[in-house]
């Protein structure tokens, strides 16, 4: 069952709108086949159920109209007779306000369940990715990588510093500084890369550039802009940061981000505010130490 919500959720809607109309013709045709002794009510509940859930609650509501005006018609076509013949449409009524709770429900379980999974993938404060999806997401690209051979970035900041922070500004303004470095991190990277937060002051990025030139100049543009917001709000924090270029097949996951951050911490004990690059996931190979061009002014 998980397995087909998932193939639903995955389906455009186009697609589920036809599958779900062609299903409600089938259904209308058999339910008219066999006349309106046998009930064929709760089929119907299978187109309902599918745009319900894989496109919104209001599709559902239209798809159940048309399935209760449908039952109407084929059980009226049937020789389907009442008494009164008000209670056939009464019937109708009660099939249609059936089918509409079903709907709702099911839209409304869809919400909390992308609610969840939400949760279970961002950070709350920065609304950026947690280190659990972050790692799922280097996972995917490595097994790009091995299909495709596109080279990718990995990219570990550190905030020098931040614990000043919290001890003589609170952790309300630590919590101010946190979402405007994510805030910087989103807006200075390209909608194709990843961000997210993996510890109370570190961050990452998968960056899908390929050019080492063009991800050294857009690390040292967030820096300069990470450093000129501090300064501007006169807090003491600077940023450390190690950059794995991977133009290889690395021999695990678990190698490749420990390597992107040593060269984070490789940075940081070359006296901070400084950034480190490294091809390959072996830091001990090749490393280059950046320093901020211009020192900090608190």
Not at 3 to 25: V, Y
Not at 185 to 208: K, N
Request: proline share 3%; aromatic share 10%; with cysteine.
């Amino acid at each position: 069952m998980r397995t087909l919500l998932l193939l639903i959720e995955q389906s455009s809607k186009p697609l589920l709108w036809g599958i779900a109309t062609f299903a409600l013709l089938i259904i209308g045709v058999m339910d008219y086949w066999t006349g309106f002794e046998l009930s064929f009510s709760i089929f119907y509940l299978l187109p309902v159920t599918l745009v319900a859930w894989g496109i919104s609650r209001r599709s559902g509501f239209i798809m159940s109209l048309v399935s209760a005006a449908l039952w109407l018609a084929t059980n009226r076509l049937a020789g389907l007779q009442f008494s009164q013949s008000y209670l056939l449409y009464w019937n109708a009524l009660t099939r249609l306000g059936f089918f509409m709770v079903v709907a709702s429900l099911l839209a409304e379980q869809r919400l909390i369940l992308e609610s969840e999974r939400q949760l279970a993938r961002t950070d709350p404060l920065t609304k950026l990715l947690n280190h659990r999806a972050f790692y799922h997401a280097v996972n995917m690209e490595v097994q790009r990588f091995k299909r495709y051979h596109c080279p990718f970035a990995l990219l570990y900041l550190d905030l020098d510093n931040f614990k000043t922070i919290n001890n003589q500004w609170g952790h309300h303004t630590g919590d101010v500084l946190l979402s405007i470095v994510s805030d910087i991190l989103s807006d200075c990277l390209r909608e194709t890369d990843l961000v997210a937060r993996i510890g109370v002051d570190e961050f990452a990025a998968l960056l899908h550039i390929p050019e080492e030139t063009e991800v050294k100049h857009i690390v040292a543009r967030l820096q300069k802009i990470l450093l000129e917001e501090m300064e501007k709000h006169q807090w003491p924090v600077t940023c450390s940061m190690g950059v794995l270029i991977v133009e290889y097949t690395p021999n695990s996951i678990d190698e490749l981000i420990q390597a992107a951050d040593k060269l984070m911490y490789t940075a940081k004990s070359a006296g901070k505010n400084a950034v480190a690059y490294a091809n390959g996931n072996d830091t001990t190979q090749t490393v280059l130490i950046q320093k901020s061009p211009a020192s900090p002014k608190f």
